[in-house]
């Protein structure tokens, strides 16, 4: 599995855009790169997903870096409701053989009122 | 289109009780994976099923869990003579298997050993 590092923590104001960075350099070149957050006393919800270019709906955008060693997770205009644990996650997906999610330890986002 | 459904979403067993957590994957998936997540800690993966075959279980403790997932009806998460470390929240969640568009977890059970 690719090793991803995060941010621990990342506070934001309310209707403020926001960045989450994760580094992934260690990807496979079939490897796409996956969002996750998890709310509080929830499970995990996917939030997007790319392999090379940037990808937008509507819950946010991905930027990845050319050489694919990093992205970006942007919400555009932060709400209280976006406060979770975000999750950057490398993964081929079964069509590579590599079926399982493996969660690292996120950036914790809070949101300012 | 209902998602994930597990099942329940408390419960509450006494040392050496078992406890079985239920997860009926959304309509249309046939994969389906558990995950356990410990008080403050991150999510760990279990066990990946399809229809009455285990396809991963390198997550599973050695003893005491076992998971299923029959031809009719919900994949079991089953976990004898609990302990104390036992207590977390359990995650199921669902895929159609073709991996790209990742998976859908439901909203977990949370197991208290007393």
């Known amino acids: 599995d690719a090793k991803t590092t995060q941010p621990n923590s990342m506070e934001s104001n309310e209707e403020e855009p926001v960045h989450l960075p994760c580094n992934h350099s260690?990807?496979?070149?079939?490897?796409?790169i996956h969002w996750y957050r998890q709310l509080p006393s929830q499970g995990p919800e996917y939030v997007i997903h790319?392999?090379?270019s940037n990808v937008n709906n509507r819950m946010a955008s991905l930027a990845i870096a050319e050489d694919r060693k990093s992205s970006t997770l942007i919400l555009h205009r932060a709400t209280l409701r976006d406060a979770a644990v975000y999750y950057c996650?490398?993964?081929?997906?079964?069509?590579?053989?590599?079926?399982?999610?493996?969660f690292g330890t996120g950036t914790r986002l809070t949101i300012i009122p | 289109n209902a998602g994930v459904m597990q099942n329940p979403r408390h419960l509450v067993r006494r040392r050496g009780q078992e406890a079985r957590l239920r997860c009926s994957p959304m309509?249309?998936?046939?994969?389906v994976y558990w995950y356990r997540q410990l008080p403050e800690e991150g999510l760990k993966f279990m066990v990946y099923?399809?229809?009455?075959?285990?396809?991963?279980e390198s997550g599973m403790p050695k003893e005491r869990f076992s998971a299923e997932f029959p031809k009719e009806g919900p994949s079991i998460l089953r976990i004898q003579q609990v302990v104390r470390g036992d207590s977390a929240a359990y995650f199921c969640?669902?895929?159609?298997?073709?991996?790209?568009?990742?998976?859908?977890f439901g909203s977990g059970t949370r197991l208290t050993v007393v």
């Open positions: 790319g392999l090379t």
């Open positions: 099923l399809q229809k009455e075959n285990i396809i991963d």
């Open positions: 260690t990807i496979s070149g079939t490897d796409y």
């Open positions: 996650i490398p993964w081929g997906g079964s069509n590579f053989g590599n079926e399982k999610l493996t």
């Open positions: 309509k249309g998936h046939s994969h």
């Open positions: 969640a669902s895929s159609t298997g073709t991996g790209v568009y990742g998976y859908t």
